[in-house]
C-alpha cells in the first residue's frame, strides 16, 4: 500500500468490514515497515482492537484500555494484526477480501463471547452465516 | 504528572464542598430561618396533596390503587421533611418557631399514618373524616409561614 | 403513507420520557408556564440536531456516531462516549423506575417488585423483537399521552391567566431566580436528550433509509417533535391549574397523573397510566439501545438487530450488562425521582460534547456532498449549541446553589 494522501482520514479509524460486509472492527493503529534511508514506510499490518487503540491513545485513558484489553486477549502476543495485503480497498470502509472466519486472531472477544455466552440461549442465531 | 494529580485534588475538593454545602445543617439565624421556611412549604404542600387525592378518591375520579400510593408517598415524605427539620438546632430567637413546627409536623406524620392504615386496612368510607384534619393542619402551616416571612425582614 | 404517519407518531410518544415526566409536572406546579418558553427552544434546538444526524445517515448509511470518531479522531469520540454513556447510563436505571412506578400506581404492589418484572419483559422483547416492531408498538402506545392535552381542557382553565403565565417569562413571586435558572437547565437536559439524536440515526441505519427517505424523515421530525413539545407543555399546564394555587409540590409521579384523574376520572387516569408506561418503557429500550450503539460504534464492533444476536455479541453483552446493572442500580432503593433530576441535569451538563461533533461532520462536505448542512441548519445548531454549552456551564453551579432546586 503506497498512498500518498493521509492515513488519517483514508485508514486510521476508519470501520473495517470483511468480505461478507459484516463489521469486524475499526483500524486502531498501524504497523509500518521501516524500509531504512531514502525509502518510504510501507504498512505491512493494520492493528485492530482495544489494546492496539489504548497503546495508541497513551495517557492513563489509554493505558487503562490496553491493560483490560490485553487481560481479555485470546491470541498470545500483541494486539490483533491484519496482514494488508488482505485490504481490498479503502475508499469509505476498508473493505477486506477475507470473511472473519479466515482471521483466527482478530476479533477474539466477538468469537469468545458468541461461543461461550450468546449461542447458548436460544433465538441467538449462528456465529458463521 | 503532579499537574495532574493538583487537579484532581482540586475537583475533589469542590465536589467535597459542594456537597457539605447542599447537606450542612443551616448556621445562621438567615439560613434557618429560609429552612423553616421550606420545611413549612413542604409539609403543607404534603398535606393538601393527600387532602386532593382523599377527596379524589371520594368522588371515584382516581382509582384506589393509585391513591393508597400517593396516600403512603405523602406520609412517608412528610416523616422525612419532619426528621430532618428536627436535626437542626435553631438560633435562640427562632426556637419558638421550631416548636412549633415541629408539632405541625408530628400531628401531620400522625394524621398521613392514619390514612394509610385506613387504605391499607380498606376503610374507605373513613378517609374523608381522617383528611379533615388536614385542612386546618395546612392552614396553621400558611400561618406559620407568614409569620416567618414578617419576622426577620 | 401508512409508513410516513406511524413514523411520525413514533415521534411524537417518543419525546416524553421519565425526565419529562417528572420535569414537566415539578415545573408546572412550582412555575406555571413560566418555563413554557423553555420547551419551544429545546423542541427547535433537537429537531435540528435530529435531523442533521438523521441526514448524515441518509448520506453516509451510517450513523452519525459512527462517523464521530471517523472524522474527528477517536480521542475526542471518547470524551463523547464516556460522557454520553455515563448519563444514558444513569436515565436507563430512571426509565427502568419510571415503568415499574406506573405499574406500581396501577396496581399499588411496590415498584421494587416490579423493576425485576420489567428488567425481564425487556430483555425478552430486546432479544425477540424485530427492531422497528418494538419502535412502533411503543411509540403509539405513547400518543394514550395526548389524553394530557385533553386533560387540560376539561380542567376549564383561565385562558388569560394561562397565557399571561407562559408569556411571563420570570419567576413568580413565590420562588427566587436561582430556583427558575436551575430549572431552566434542567428542562433543557430533560428535553433536550442526547440518545433521542443518536437512536433516531441508528434507527435510520437499521430500517436502511437513504436519499429517498429524506422527506420522510424530515416530516417526522418536523412535525413528530413539535406534538411532543406540546404535550410537555400540556404536563405543565395541567399541573399549574391543579398544584400551583394550592401550593403543592411535585414529588411523585402520582403528582403528574393525578390532574388527569381530576379531569377526566378514573378512565382518564387509565389512560395517563398507560402512556406513562409506555413511554417509559419506549425509553427504557431507546436508552438502552442508545448506549449500545455508541460503544458499539467507537471500537467497530457490528451491532444492532440486523443480524442475528450471535453475530454481535460484543454488542448483545454490552446491552445486556447494562439493563442487568441498571436493574441492579433501581434495586438500591434510590429514589427515582431523585436520580431523573440528577440524570437530566448532567445530560445538560454533557449536551454540547454531543452537539458539536454533529455539527461538525454535518458541515463536512467530504462526507455528506451535496446533503451538508444549508444555513439555516448551521445557524440553528449553532445557536442551540451556545446555547446549551451556556446550560452545560451554568448547570453543576445552579444545582449547589439552589440545593437540587429546594431553594
Redesign the interface.
Given at each position: 500500500m503506497t498512498d500518498h494522501h493521509s492515513v488519517r482520514f483514508t485508514l486510521l479509524d476508519q470501520q473495517v468490514v470483511d468480505a461478507d460486509g459484516r463489521r469486524i472492527g475499526r483500524v486502531d493503529d498501524l504497523l509500518c515497515d521501516d524500509p531504512g534511508p531514502g525509502g518510504e514506510p510501507v504498512i505491512t499490518h493494520l492493528l485492530s482492537g482495544a489494546e492496539a487503540l489504548g497503546d495508541r491513545l497513551g495517557g492513563?485513558t489509554g493505558k487503562l484500555m490496553a491493560a483490560v484489553s490485553a487481560r481479555l486477549r485470546t491470541t498470545p502476543d500483541g494486539p490483533s494484526r491484519i496482514p494488508a495485503d488482505l485490504v481490498a480497498d479503502h475508499a469509505d470502509l476498508v473493505h477486506l477480501r477475507v470473511r472473519l472466519a479466515d482471521l483466527p486472531d482478530v476479533a477474539g472477544l466477538e468469537r469468545w463471547l458468541s461461543a461461550h455466552v450468546i449461542s447458548l440461549l436460544p433465538g441467538a442465531g449462528d456465529a458463521d452465516q | 504528572m503532579r499537574r495532574?494529580v493538583i487537579a484532581l485534588v482540586a475537583v475533589l475538593l469542590v465536589v467535597a464542598s459542594?456537597v457539605w454545602?447542599?447537606h450542612a445543617p443551616p448556621r445562621s439565624a438567615q439560613a434557618y430561618q429560609?429552612r423553616a421556611e421550606?420545611t413549612a412549604?413542604?409539609l403543607?404542600?404534603q398535606a393538601?396533596?393527600a387532602e386532593?387525592?382523599v377527596r379524589?378518591a371520594a368522588a371515584?375520579?382516581?382509582?384506589?390503587?393509585?391513591a393508597?400510593?400517593?396516600i403512603e408517598?405523602a406520609e412517608s415524605?412528610a416523616r422525612a421533611t419532619a426528621s430532618r427539620f428536627d436535626r437542626w438546632d435553631p438560633p435562640p430567637e427562632l426556637a419558638s418557631t421550631r416548636t412549633e413546627l415541629t408539632s405541625t409536623g408530628a400531628e401531620l406524620v400522625e394524621t398521613l399514618t392514619r390514612l394509610r392504615v385506613a387504605t391499607h386496612e380498606r376503610r374507605w368510607e373513613d378517609l374523608p373524616e381522617v383528611a379533615g384534619g388536614l385542612g386546618p393542619l395546612a392552614d396553621r402551616l400558611t400561618g406559620d409561614l407568614t409569620a416567618l416571612r414578617r419576622g426577620l425582614r | 403513507m401508512f409508513a410516513f404517519t406511524l413514523g411520525t407518531l413514533s415521534a411524537i410518544g417518543g419525546f416524553i420520557d421519565i425526565g419529562d415526566l417528572v420535569a414537566d409536572a415539578l415545573v408546572g406546579a412550582r412555575f406555571g408556564l413560566a418555563l413554557a418558553w423553555v420547551t419551544v427552544v429545546s423542541v427547535i434546538g433537537i429537531a435540528c440536531y435530529a435531523e442533521m444526524s438523521a441526514r448524515i445517515t441518509v448520506q453516509t448509511r451510517r450513523p452519525a456516531f459512527d462517523l464521530i470518531r471517523s472524522r474527528l479522531g477517536p480521542g475526542y469520540a471518547l470524551v463523547g462516549l464516556v460522557g454520553a454513556f455515563a448519563v444514558t447510563g444513569l436515565l436507563v436505571m430512571a426509565e427502568l423506575s419510571g415503568v415499574a412506578l406506573a405499574l406500581?400506581?396501577?396496581?399499588?404492589v411496590h415498584y421494587l417488585l416490579w423493576v425485576p418484572v420489567v428488567a425481564a419483559v425487556v430483555l425478552l422483547l430486546i432479544w425477540v423483537l424485530p427492531f422497528e416492531t418494538m419502535e412502533r408498538i411503543y411509540g403509539l402506545l405513547g400518543l394514550t399521552m395526548l389524553v394530557f392535552v385533553v386533560a387540560v381542557w376539561h380542567l376549564d382553565p383561565d385562558w388569560p391567566r394561562l397565557w399571561s403565565s407562559a408569556t411571563t417569562p420570570v419567576p413568580p413571586a413565590s420562588e427566587s431566580w436561582p430556583a427558575y435558572l436551575f430549572f431552566v437547565v434542567t428542562l433543557i437536559g430533560a428535553q433536550m436528550t442526547p440518545y433521542e439524536m443518536f437512536f433516531f440515526s441508528s434507527g435510520a441505519v437499521e430500517s436502511r433509509w437513504g436519499p429517498k427517505d429524506l422527506t420522510e424523515m424530515r416530516v417526522n421530525v418536523l412535525v413528530g417533535f413539535p406534538l411532543g413539545g406540546l404535550l410537555a407543555i400540556a404536563i405543565q399546564a395541567v399541573a399549574f391549574l391543579?398544584f400551583f394555587d394550592?401550593?403543592?409540590?411535585v414529588?411523585?409521579l402520582?403528582?403528574t397523573?393525578?390532574p388527569v384523574?381530576?379531569a377526566l376520572?378514573?378512565l382518564g387516569?387509565?389512560i395517563a397510566?398507560l402512556g406513562v408506561f409506555a413511554a417509559t418503557f419506549g425509553a427504557t429500550l431507546e436508552t438502552l439501545f442508545s448506549t449500545g450503539y455508541q460503544i458499539a460504534q467507537y471500537f467497530g464492533w457490528s451491532y444492532g438487530k440486523v443480524q442475528p444476536p450471535a453475530q454481535a455479541a460484543r454488542f448483545t453483552t454490552v446491552v445486556v450488562g447494562l439493563l442487568l446493572l441498571s436493574t441492579a442500580l433501581a434495586m438500591t432503593t434510590l429514589d427515582p425521582i431523585t436520580v431523573t433530576i440528577f440524570a437530566v441535569v448532567f445530560s445538560a451538563t454533557v449536551l454540547p460534547l454531543t452537539f458539536l461533533p454533529v455539527l461538525l461532520v454535518g458541515n463536512d462536505r467530504q462526507v455528506m456532498g451535496q446533503l451538508a448542512n444549508g444555513r439555516l441548519s448551521n445557524t440553528l445548531g449553532t445557536v442551540t449549541l451556545a446555547i446549551s454549552t451556556v446550560a452545560a456551564l451554568a448547570a453543576?453551579p445552579l444545582l449547589?446553589l439552589t440545593?437540587?432546586g429546594?431553594?
Open positions: 492513563l | 495532574r459542594a454545602y447542599g429560609s421550606e412549604e413542604a403543607r404542600s393538601r396533596a386532593l387525592w379524589a371515584g375520579t382516581v382509582t384506589r390503587q393509585a393508597t400510593v400517593a408517598d415524605d | 406500581q400506581l396501577a396496581t399499588s391543579v394550592a401550593g403543592i409540590q414529588e411523585h402520582a403528582e397523573v393525578l384523574g381530576l376520572g378514573k387516569l387509565a397510566l453543576l449547589v440545593r437540587g429546594s431553594s
